[in-house]
């Protein structure tokens, strides 16, 4: 029986020793992991109060599953297609002036996530649902928080020229999306430890 290594996440786990074969396999999840947040990011789940995409729960099992610099390069590289005009965000616009549009806080805050996520699956929190739960939730409130900043404070609204302001910015831009975001960090936080699971068994 092989032991796993209690503080690497489960790609580094299963990756190859071998340089060539292992930077290849990290090219390889990288573009499987920008196209797997853009399927979610399209999906729309019926849910109360407004329809939950699936996007975020994407970004929290990749982080979870790949580690700090392979989660975050991820994430950016995502980023990176949509800026080059790429279809890969909830909508149809893509394009620069998307990332200055009122849900650029919230895709800087992706990143920042993806880190805070991955350096903890670095450290083999991903295996206790408990510890990955907290985890996440730490850095989906970080992720909330930098969208509800730019969204209130820096987001200049086309129709009146002036921000938003806090309260209709927390109103319109965070409170619908709380109890998705629950369920979300639910999902991923259970799903981490029963892929650790089947990585093990596998690797017996």
Known sequence: MTTLASGTSIVETVASQRPAIRYAWYAFLAVSGTMLITLAAKTQVPFWPVPMTLQTLAILVIAASFGLRLGVATVMLYLAQGLAGLPV?????AGPAYFAGPTAGFLAGFVVAAAIIGFAADKGLSRNPFKLFATMLVADLVLLAMGFAW??????????????GASAAFQAGIVPFLP?????????????????????????
């Open 89 to 93: 965000f909830a909508g149809a616009a």
């Open 151 to 164: 969204l209130a404070f820096a987001f200049v609204s086309a129709k009146t020229g002036t921000t938003i």
């Open 180 to 204: 998705g975001e629950l369920v979300k960090l639910v999902l991923a936080s259970c799903l981490l430890p029963a892929l650790w699971q089947t990585v093990e068994r596998l690797r017996r």
